[in-house]
């Protein structure tokens, strides 16, 4: 089936620092990533959607400078946090579909940021 | 303006059926309903997903009424590894213009 792989797992970075996170689509062509993020106990929010080749639309209240996400190939996308604040501290989730729309939506693994 | 509903939580014990119903009054005519499974610190997984009338796969079925303003994801025979937050999504439209209308999870916890 198909399989999303996000890197890294976890990682801990200091406040005004960038993190990278990387989500690769393994045996599907992914035409459109999602970025989410998700606080303890709360359902996912959508941060930006990403369309291979385009720049990402990002959802209402989330900073587009803050964020960067990058979809340069059907395979993959990633999420830069720039200067990173104790506040973007959180799990966040990348998902992928591929061209056949009714495979559904598949997740990655998800990264959790803290930052100290 | 589109909302999926669905309970914060449930319990059941092993080997019971447990239904698990999403409302999404405001579904469209194109709209389709998916359901996602999801533990802690990982990403979620899909388990179904339908348009109307009963879908049934492995692990799960999938009831949609005619009028398709709720769905009910039913697990048949849980077991303890089936504790989860359960996650309701409506996705509205096609190719590049869509939308992704989540529920708010249903946590449930299995018993022995």
């Known amino acids: 089936g198909a399989v999303v792989s996000q890197h890294p797992s976890w990682v801990i970075c200091k406040s005004g620092t960038s993190v990278k996170i990387e989500c690769r689509s393994l045996?599907?062509?992914?035409?459109?990533m999602f970025w989410y993020r998700q606080f303890p106990k709360q359902s996912l929010m959508l941060m930006a959607t990403?369309?291979?080749?385009?720049?990402?639309?990002?959802e209402q209240g989330v900073e587009k400078d803050k964020f960067l996400i990058n979809h340069a190939s059907l395979t993959l996308s990633t999420l830069t946090v720039t200067s990173a604040h104790p506040e973007d501290s959180s799990f966040y989730i990348c998902s992928a579909r591929g061209r056949r729309v009714r495979m559904g939506y598949t997740f990655g693994s998800g990264t959790r940021l803290t930052v100290v | 303006l589109a909302k999926t509903t669905q309970p914060i939580s449930m319990d059941s014990y092993e080997g019971q059926e447990v239904n698990i119903t999403c409302s999404h009054n405001?579904?469209?005519?194109?709209?389709?309903i998916t359901w996602y499974q999801q533990f802690p610190s990982q990403g979620p997984r899909f388990i179904i997903q339908g348009y109307k009338t009963k879908v049934t796969n492995e692990v799960a079925s999938l009831f949609i009424p005619a009028d398709r303003k709720s769905s009910t994801l039913s697990l048949p025979r849980v077991s303890l590894s089936d504790t989860a937050v359960y996650y309701c999504?409506?996705?509205?439209?096609?190719?590049?213009?869509?939308?992704?209308?989540w529920g708010a999870g249903t946590k449930l916890i299995i018993k022995p």
């Open positions: 405001n579904i469209a005519t194109n709209d389709y």
């Open positions: 045996d599907f062509q992914a035409t459109t």
């Open positions: 999504l409506v996705v509205r439209g096609w190719d590049s213009n869509y939308q992704l209308i």
């Open positions: 990403s369309n291979e080749g385009s720049k990402a639309t990002y």
